[in-house]
């Protein structure tokens, strides 16, 4: 049975499972009432850190217009521009036994494209979750709920999976900003 988490929690996705590497990554939202019946164009993306919680370069940055980390152990499934439909908008692949060992933590983060042109923010959004799946079993681990808690914000750093020695855990995060994209950007160390 999959854990359900609340913001801040965290969860050991790897201890007791050995030979668990290969998740997928499921993020999803809707547009709710208070949207105006814009269009919304959500992406989602992740950034792998150091151990100073920035990247080490542009290149560990992965979004709609670099869907494939280097080392290959994040992959962006594509961009969904409408957020149509019932599921996953959005789902990044990775492979836990591929992460370079200088990379101590993916953020996953979702953010509205042109939110300031479009008047738009997280306050119009509802609805909104993370999700880990074993990718090989089909079996989903965890699911964390976004509550709707945000107003202003463009950007969500909805949750992050890290090192804890050998094993890989998971952090329910639910944090917001103002700014979208390039203030994620700026706030993890990517050249904009």
């Known amino acids: 049975m999959a854990v359900s988490l609340l913001k801040g929690q965290k969860v050991d996705l790897t201890k007791g499972r050995p030979g668990l590497s290969k998740l997928l990554i499921g993020l999803g939202w809707d547009v709710n009432k208070y949207s105006g019946g814009k269009d919304f164009d959500l992406d989602a993306e992740a950034f792998l850190l150091g151990s100073n919680g920035r990247v080490l370069s ?3 940055f992965i979004f709609y ?3 494939k980390h280097y080392s290959g152990a994040v992959l962006h499934m594509g961009d969904n521009r409408t957020g149509a439909g019932e599921g996953d908008d959005e ?3 990775v492979n836990l036994a591929e992460i370079p060992g200088a990379i101590d933590k993916i953020a996953f983060t979702v953010t509205i494209y ?3 042109e479009r008047l738009q ?4 959004v509802s609805n909104a979750y993370i999700r880990v ?3 090989i079993s089909g079996r989903e681990l965890l699911k964390y709920n976004l509550a709707e ?3 202003t914000e463009s950007a969500v750093v909805v949750g992050e999976l ?3 020695g050998i094993e890989w855990k998971f952090d329910a995060i639910g944090t917001g900003y103002d700014g979208g994209l390039a203030a994620l950007c700026r706030k993890f160390g990517v050249n904009v």
């Open 58 to 60: 542009d290149k560990d």
């Open 65 to 67: 217009g670099e869907l």
């Open 91 to 93: 789902i990044i692949r």
């Open 114 to 116: 042109e939110a300031e």
């Open 121 to 124: 923010n997280f306050g119009q």
């Open 133 to 135: 799946v074993d990718e």
């Open 149 to 151: 808690e945000f107003s």
């Open 162 to 164: 890290f090192r804890s």
